[in-house]
């Protein structure tokens, strides 16, 4: 089973995704966590990745899309996957050529969302920065939700609740509680 959660930075879509790749015995892909530590390196790719990050933008599509799908084809992945915050766009989603089977998305108000960003302590969660990602999230990734809606393949769940009640529900949702 494949399955992607997307939400607004501070949502716990990460926690969410880690829990749920433990239960069912899957790899977690945190997406964001790939293109950081190809960021590392002293490539042509990872000096891009490096500057966009910085900035508080989107890591170029292409460039994204050619990552993970080279990612995907390791043997690790074929008994599923957990994607955490993945796709960040339509063009990515359109352009996406792997089987979901659900995708979940964490809902959190924006008030939240700063609370928990700066409560996590990252060097890079300044308040521009943050603003920054937020409004890219709005415009960039926020229609993803309709376009995984029409493909019915949406699944909606409160994340302003206690993790394991986060968790309870969305294993409700995909029909794997107890």
């Known amino acids: 089973m494949n399955f992607v959660l997307l939400g607004p930075p501070g949502s716990g879509k990460s926690t969410q995704a880690k829990m749920l790749a433990n239960l ?26 490096k500057e966009a990050m910085e900035k508080g933008t989107l890591v170029d599509d292409d460039l994204t899309l050619k990552i993970l799908n080279e990612q995907l084809k390791s043997s690790s992945y074929e ?31 924006d008030e939240e969302n700063k609370k928990r960003l700066f409560k996590r302590g990252r060097k890079d969660d300044t308040l521009d920065v943050v603003k920054r990602r937020l409004g890219v999230y709005y415009t960039e990734t926020k229609p993803v939700l309709d376009f995984y809606k029409e493909r019915g393949i949406l699944l909606e769940v409160d994340g302003e609740r206690e993790i394991e009640k986060i968790h309870k529900d969305i294993l409700e949702k995909l029909n794997l509680s107890s």
């Open 24 to 49: 069912l015995n899957i790899p977690c892909l945190t997406v964001g966590n790939l293109l950081s530590y190809i960021s590392k390196g002293d490539t042509k790719e990872g000096k891009e990745i």
């Open 79 to 109: 008994n599923g996957v957990v994607i955490d915050g993945f796709p960040r766009n339509v063009e990515q989603a359109q352009d996406f050529d792997f089987k979901l089977d659900k995708v979940l998305y964490i809902n959190v108000t």
